[in-house]
């Protein structure tokens, strides 16, 4: 076994403790920016959600939901958004894409559009990144057709 010279391995007590003590701010900030990304996804899937059982609702097709109407049925994928997000439903008789509030048509399409206002954990705004936000999903979902026994 080969042994080296002690002057070629020189102790450095505290070398570590200060690179830790320069790259700490930047993990630290890398860390809360990422933890908030991943929250502005996992609040995206659960609007997307709270939009898709909206239009699913009122779009007339049956019995799967016991909501009184298509605004509960959206809102209730959302009981850990905290304040509840809106909801807006708009209906069109052909896919021209022309939606607006009103009755459903048969054989025509609803869109249903939830919104939700999205805060940093930091309140803080990142560079290129607004502390607090407006979360917005959109589903459109052709109208159930009108049966007659």
Do not use: H
């Not at 002690?6 to 920016?33: C, D, K, N, W, Y």
């Not at 939700?116 to 607090?132: A, C, E």
């Amino acid at each position: 076994m080969m042994r080296y010279p002690s002057t070629q391995r020189r102790a450095r007590p505290g070398a570590a403790a200060a690179e830790l003590a320069i790259l700490l701010p930047f993990l630290a900030t890398m860390f809360v920016i990422v933890l908030d990304f991943a929250r502005v996804y996992y609040y995206g899937v659960t609007l997307e959600g709270c939009a898709r059982n909206g239009a699913y609702f009122a779009s007339d097709y049956p019995g799967l939901y016991d909501y009184s109407n298509a605004t509960n049925a959206a809102k209730a994928d959302a009981a850990d958004l905290s304040p509840a997000p809106t909801v807006n439903i708009a209906y069109d008789a052909s896919a021209t894409g022309s939606f607006t509030s009103g009755t459903p048509v048969s054989n025509g399409y609803v869109k249903v559009t939830v919104n939700w206002d999205f805060s940093s954990v930091t309140n803080y705004p990142f560079p290129g990144m607004p502390n607090t936000f407006t979360m917005s999903r959109s589903v459109i979902m052709k109208m159930a057709p009108i049966t007659v026994n």
